[in-house]
């Protein structure tokens, strides 16, 4: 396993990461769930990311109880706190009393002391940034809250929350987790360079493209019935689920045998080719998954791949 800073920060984390999302604590059986999360452990994964919002606190309590009985120091353990988590006027969002309240909450389902990475899972247009900011930085005092980072923000807010932290003598966010995948680049344009020149290290979602990068699509007219284009969250994959895209990902599939690599393994190679993406977040519904998925942090393919890869996807990409 390759490990990789956090931006500029001096702490590591796995290439590869194991994310809870649509997973942990739903659709996948809890026994299950934690062979994954060991499987992970065992083959080098040390970055762990779930949300409070995910399957409403149950994920959280799934990921916290499968790593209760690992080394607390040999892990690094990342939540966030944003979308509602209750019907109240301040059951959501990033005020002080909503992220305070939180991360007692999340702490207390996680079963542990403190989180390592506190990330504010969307900006909140309601909230004065100072707020968030500073709350932040009170729980990292407090020692709750190793480090702060933020997902899905624009270049622009991740840019003026660092200034304002650097200006105030505050803990700076030290990461954001936005969508990127060969399908999916918009935080090229902007973001990238600007988390670069922050020294913001980026931990993405959705490097598969929500699958569709492992080569398991073929046409838009026979989806498995059992497959996630299929489900309640196919509404997410529309935006690149079309049969232009299949057919350029059937077409990359010659470039990964080449390669002697699984697709998905090509997929996580190329967005690791990124100096600030310090891991790549991956799902895994069972133990298999995570031994494909892991490999991509060792995979040795040469530049030639991975812009044959490239070349093919460009056109179809959403930028």
Known sequence: MEYRKLGRWGVQVSAVGLGSWLTYGGSVETATAKECIWRAYDLGVTFFDTANV????????????????????SYVLATKVYFPMGDGPND???????????????????????????????????????????????????????????SEWSADQIAAAVGL???????????NQPQYSALWRSIEARVLPTCEDLGVGNVVWSPLAMGILTGKYSSVDDVPPDSRAAGDHAAMMRRYFTQDVLDAVGKTRAVAD??????AQLALAWCLRQPFVSSVIVGASRPGQVDDNVAAADLDVTDDVLDAFDALLAPVAAT
């Open 165 to 175: 932290c650097r200006a105030q003598g505050w803990s700076v966010p030290v990461s």
């Open 54 to 73: 995910y399957m409403r606190g149950a994920a959280e309590e799934v990921v916290g109880a499968a790593l209760r009985d690992l080394r607390r120091d």
């Open 92 to 150: 959501s969002g990033l005020s002080r009393k909503h992220v305070s309240e939180q991360i007692t909450a999340s702490l207390r389902r996680l079963g542990t002391d403190y989180v390592d990475l506190y990330q504010c899972h969307r900006y909140d247009e309601a909230t004065p940034l100072e707020e968030t900011c500073r709350v932040m930085d009170d729980l990292i005092r407090a020692g709750k809250v190793l480090y702060w980072g933020v």
């Open 258 to 263: 080449e390669a002697g690599c699984s697709l």
